[in-house]
């Protein structure tokens, strides 16, 4: 399974942009890259997803380097309420043509006021 | 929708009871699985169902049962509790095997003494 890479931990201040970064040195060409997020101990929360091309939705943009070996998510204007744990993970194949999230240790970002 | 629902929220077990984490969702996904969480280790998936009578296990399947007699229950069963099984446990549900977004639930958090 394809691993990533996350700093343990990220200060920002609120209103600025957040700029998490994840290392996927060993991803293969048909794996996706997801970002979740934890808010406190709730459940994760879907953020973003992409292959290999730029993404941006309503919550943040996702930059994947053209050698796919590292991506950037962007919390474009960071609120108190995007203090949380992101994870960024490698969707990989599993048997029976099911798909499964790795989960790294991720990031625990916290935006100051 | 109330998407994904887990119950119970909190529960305190003895070592050697048994006990069953129901899940449920109404958003008529295919894909269920079982994640836990454990402190520094991000989430590691225990079993996961592809559709109604089919399962099957993940990364850290020893200890727990599941079954899938309906598209919108995933019970995690586990057979005889043991302190090792501390921990926080998730249900996801997603609409075409893992492929797409898939959607946690709030979790429930186990103790076993």
């Known amino acids: 399974d394809a691993k990533t890479t996350q700093p343990p931990s990220m200060d920002c201040a609120e209103g600025r942009a957040a700029n998490l970064p994840c290392n996927h040195s060993t991803i293969s060409g048909n794996e996706y890259v997801y970002w979740y997020r934890q808010i406190h101990s709730q459940g994760p929360q879907y953020i973003i997803h992409g292959l290999k091309n730029n993404e941006t939705n309503e919550m943040a943009s996702l930059i994947i380097t053209e050698d796919r070996k590292s991506s950037t998510l962007i919390l474009p204007h960071a609120t108190l309420r995007d203090t949380a744990v992101y994870y960024c993970i490698v969707r990989v194949a599993y048997i029976q043509g099911a798909q499964k999230l790795v989960f790294g240790q991720g990031t625990r970002l916290t935006i100051n006021p | 929708n109330a998407g994904v629902t887990q119950t119970p929220k909190f529960q305190v077990l003895k070592t050697g009871q048994s006990m069953t984490l129901q899940c449920a969702q109404d958003m008529n996904h295919e894909y269920m699985s079982w994640y836990r969480q454990d402190p520094g280790m991000g989430l590691r998936l225990i079993h996961y169902s592809v559709g109604a009578g089919i399962t099957d296990q993940g990364e850290v399947p020893n200890g727990y049962n599941v079954s899938r007699s309906t598209t919108e229950d995933f019970p995690l069963r586990l057979l005889s509790a043991a302190p090792s099984q501390t921990s926080v446990y998730f249900c996801?549900?997603?609409?075409?095997?893992?492929?797409?977004?898939?959607?946690f639930g709030p979790g429930t958090r186990l103790t076993v003494l």
């Open positions: 996801a549900s997603s609409y075409n095997r893992g492929t797409d977004t898939q959607y």
